[in-house]
């Protein structure tokens, strides 16, 4: 009798688990597929914020002011005042920098 109620109440334990992730899916509105997009727009680009040329960072002058808009967008959900500050200083610095020497 006691071994009847132990497989029960595993059986129960691990219904309720089960029912618990499937409640769960079913509320998220986005699919399990775009969940890695989704974190991407609220990461810190650190090589950006740090000012420095990552190893994997190979772009050119305009995809470093595309990103830095990019990241700029992101706002204050993302980056804390001093950062943002930080990141538009940089972007006002290549445009200045290539301002100055097209001319």
Known sequence: MKRVITIISVVLASMLFSAISIFGAENNP????????????????ECLL?????????????????????????????????ELNLLKEQLKWIVNESVNTTS
Request: aromatic residues 10%; proline residues 4%.
């Open 30 to 45: 986005m699919p399990f597929g775009s969940f890695g997009k989704s974190l991407q727009s609220y990461r810190k680009n």
């Open 50 to 82: 740090v000012a420095k040329n990552c190893a994997t960072d190979s772009g050119t002058v305009q995809q470093r002011l595309n990103d830095l808009r990019k990241e700029i967008d992101k706002g204050y959900k993302v980056y804390t005042p001093n």
